[in-house]
């Protein structure tokens, strides 16, 4: 969605849980083709400051900065509701894009 939808509307963050660096390493090197931007929270700074007590979780800040969606777990069926809460909080010239631009 993020390759779709452009960095300036999108920016997923995936924030590496407590690991040693040489799994964070490896975790980038498992994913370089996903153009993510990775963090690595070997302390659990960033974790505890969301209230991460569980993974996964995900959180979808508005444009505003503020937290419009928090979710704990993960499923293939929770996939839809993603994108569309995603979708309700992108511009309205994002929307009106032609599919594949």
Request: net charge neutral; aromatic share 6%; no cysteine.
């Amino acid at each position: 969605m993020q390759k779709v939808v452009g960095r300036e509307h999108l920016e997923v963050i995936a924030i590496n849980f407590k690991e040693e660096p040489r799994e964070f390493r490896n975790v980038l090197r498992a994913n370089k083709d996903i153009a993510l931007t990775y963090v690595h929270d070997r302390r659990g700074a960033i974790s505890e400051r969301y209230g991460v007590t569980s993974l996964p979780n995900m959180f979808i800040i508005d444009r505003d900065g503020r937290i419009a969606h928090v979710h704990r777990g993960y499923s293939p069926q929770m996939l839809e509701g993603f994108v569309n809460e995603m979708l309700e909080l992108l511009p309205e010239e994002v929307l009106k894009r032609p599919a594949g631009t």
